[in-house]
């Protein structure tokens, strides 16, 4: 079963000020640090809440 994502907004990742990347494309690649908040039984899904983003 494939999961449903969630677009986000580049000004929504949490970048580093000197990490902050004007646009995202594909092949980008991020370090995502998050805080685990629930989980959805019927969907095995974790819901995450975002810390930090950087990028590689």
Not at 1 to 12: F, G, I, L, S, W
Not at 17 to 25: F, L, Q, R, W, Y
Not at 35 to 48: I, M, R
């Amino acid at each position: 079963m494939r999961r449903p994502r969630r677009p986000v907004a580049v000004r929504r990742l949490h970048a580093r000020p000197d990490d902050s990347p004007a646009t995202v494309g594909a092949g980008d690649r991020f370090d995502f640090v998050v805080e685990v908040g629930e989980f959805n039984v019927d969907q095995c899904v974790f819901f995450l809440g975002p810390v930090s983003t950087g990028v590689r």
